[in-house]
């Protein structure tokens, strides 16, 4: 599967953001797909997943008030709606995906495919 993230920019703290992810090359009927973030001098970290065919969503704590991952089936699209914004959510944003990682173990198993990242900055 190929994966392709946007909607990366400069943003005010407070403020919010929508990142998408197109999904292409293959169904995601039995795929995981989910967000990561790194910023700089700092280690990957996972944000949140969700299971393509239920639409299950899983957060890290930081992200569970803040932000929203969903879902488009009929643009195998995936988003990450993030509301709230703070200096510390600034980092390179990747999304990834995989049909052998669940969405609630994505944080642990990384998964297989990767988009290229799409920067985010909030400036306080």
């Known amino acids: 599967v190929q994966l392709q993230a946007s909607g990366g920019g400069l943003v005010q703290a407070g403020g919010s953001l929508r990142l998408s992810c197109v999904a292409s090359?293959?169904?995601?009927?039995?795929?995981?797909l989910g967000w990561f973030r790194q910023a700089p001098g700092k280690e990957r970290e996972f944000v949140a997943a969700?299971?393509?065919?239920?639409?299950?969503?899983y957060y890290r704590d930081f992200a569970r008030d803040r932000f929203t991952i969903s879902r488009d089936n009929a643009k195998n699209t995936m988003n990450l709606q993030m509301n709230s914004l703070k200096p510390e959510d600034t980092a390179v944003y990747y999304c990834?995906?995989?049909?052998?990682?669940?969405?609630?173990?994505?944080?642990?198993?990384?998964?297989?495919?990767w988009g290229q990242g799409t920067q985010v900055t909030v400036s306080s």
């Open positions: 990834a995906g995989d049909p052998f990682v669940t969405y609630r173990t994505m944080g642990v198993s990384p998964p297989g495919y």
């Open positions: 090359g293959r169904t995601l009927t039995r795929y995981a």
């Open positions: 969700i299971d393509w065919s239920t639409g299950s969503t």
